[in-house]
């Protein structure tokens, strides 16, 4: 088949299904429109400084609405996540985060990052990002998924202390991080990858306060792939656009800048309701699943974010299956999720669905999980949408 067929393919089933994987969301027609725009194969890098004796404004020619429509995703960026600097130069969260880190910290500087069993990404521990910059990575120790252990930051004296996770449900006790991080002149980042669109509702109190917040812009934020990185810091600002050009990456790829301006412009109205009814969902999906007999981790607490996982041990005991068969499972009846047992609410909350829809919801992936066949009621679900995300709406 060839490529267009493939695509086609593609687009046609993922429409047939509800996405339930706490990584993505749902894109808007208009932000895609944006991202297959002449601005595609453009470039544009504005210097604003003598290049071999000749002032030179912008490299490339031809870029004035290029240049127009960064601007604007910035300035949309700042209203909403209210910081005084926003970059959208880096085209992913990894990106941002490789940044950040070498902007933040010498060679041989001691990080501290949550480590991947307890659900840290994984870039921020060995063999990857700090043996990259020759950094030494020493676990942060996280209780309940909510509390760091300041004195172990205490101890140890990091000259970063990186929070947020993959695995993300409460906010972190930031202000206590913060005391501590000044006492030992550490700076203190923030992931935000996962909660990205949570902050503007107010997921993490005090996250201002950060030396840097970065993270991808599509997760629960509905934006195009991509990553976005704040500070209120101008020598910090400084720092990240410098090591932006040419050092962790060139061509910021500028039709996807257009695309997250229009995601900004499009969660605008709604950006300070959106996570609270991310998190209303989430919440009512995990207790609904629990009273059906899925254990949920963290019970009765849940989440207050846009993931929820589920109980491995429950799972095998009650259904006989791992969270890889139990992602298979679902999506032969069109629930994607990913299998690792994380279930995630932002795009369907993005598309508009409720706290009743998330009942509904587990009872059907219950109706999976003991073997049934719910293939039409699924269906259903999905023809129950208007087509119109709840930022369109407005
Ligand atoms: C916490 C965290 N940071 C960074 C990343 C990397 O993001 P991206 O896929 O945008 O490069 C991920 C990816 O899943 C993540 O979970």
């Known amino acids: 088949m060839n490529p267009q067929g493939i695509i086609q393919l593609h687009d046609e089933y993922r429409k047939r299904v509800l996405n339930m994987q706490a990584s993505e969301n749902f894109l808007s027609y208009k932000v895609r429109k944006a991202l297959a725009s002449d601005m595609a194969s453009r470039y544009s890098m504005i210097f604003d400084q003598e290049v071999h004796g000749s002032f ?14 960064k601007e604007y995703a910035e300035n949309k960026a700042r209203e909403i996540f ?64 909510r509390e760091i252990d300041v004195e172990k930051i205490r101890r140890e004296k990091p000259k970063l202390i990186i929070l947020g996770a993959s695995y993300i449900l409460f906010p972190y006790n930031l202000d206590e991080v913060l005391e501590v991080a000044e006492e030992i002149e550490a700076r203190v980042v923030y992931d935000a990858s ?32 991509g990553g976005i990185i704040f500070t209120n810091d101008e020598s910090i600002a400084e720092k990240i656009e410098r090591n932006l050009t040419w050092r962790t990456q060139d061509n910021y790829h500028t039709n996807r800048v257009a695309a997250l301006a229009m995601a900004l412009y499009e969660f605008s109205p709604v950006a300070k309701v959106y996570g609270k009814k991310v998190a209303e969902n989430s919440k009512t999906l995990a207790q609904a699943l629990e009273e059906d007999g899925l254990g949920i981790k963290y019970s009765p607490y849940y989440t ?91």
């Not at 005084?84 to 070498?102: C, D, E, Q, R, Y």
């Not at 060679?107 to 063999?127: C, H």
């Not at 030396?211 to 812009?217: H, K, N």
């Open 304 to 394: 207050n974010s846009h993931q929820i996982l589920v109980d491995e041990k429950s799972l095998k005991e009650k259904f006989s299956l791992t969270p890889p068969q139990m992602g298979e499972l679902l999506e032969e009846n069109g629930i994607i999720v990913d299998s690792v047992g994380r279930i995630g609410t932002a795009e369907l909350t993005w598309k508009g669905y409720g706290p009743e829809d998330m009942k509904e919801i587990a009872g059907l992936i219950i109706a999976v999980l003991e073997g049934e066949s719910v293939r039409d009621e699924i269906s259903q679900m999905v023809d129950k949408w208007d087509g119109k995300t709840i930022g369109e709406k407005l």
């Open 56 to 69: 030179v404004h912008n490299a490339y020619g031809g870029t004035k609405y290029q240049e127009e429509i």
């Open 194 to 225: 996962h909660v990205m669109g949570l902050l503007p509702a107010g997921f993490q109190k005090g996250i201002g306060k950060c030396d840097a917040v970065y993270g991808s812009t599509h997760k629960s934020f509905p934006g195009p792939q």
């Open 82 to 145: 209210g910081f005084k600097f926003a970059n959208v130069k880096p085209i992913s969260g990894h990106i941002a985060a490789m940044t950040v880190l070498i902007s933040l910290t010498e060679k041989g500087d001691k990080i501290m990052a949550i480590p991947p069993e307890l659900g840290g990404y994984d870039g921020y521990s060995q063999p990857y990002m700090p043996d990259m910059f020759s950094l030494k990575f020493v676990p942060l120790s996280l209780k309940n998924m």
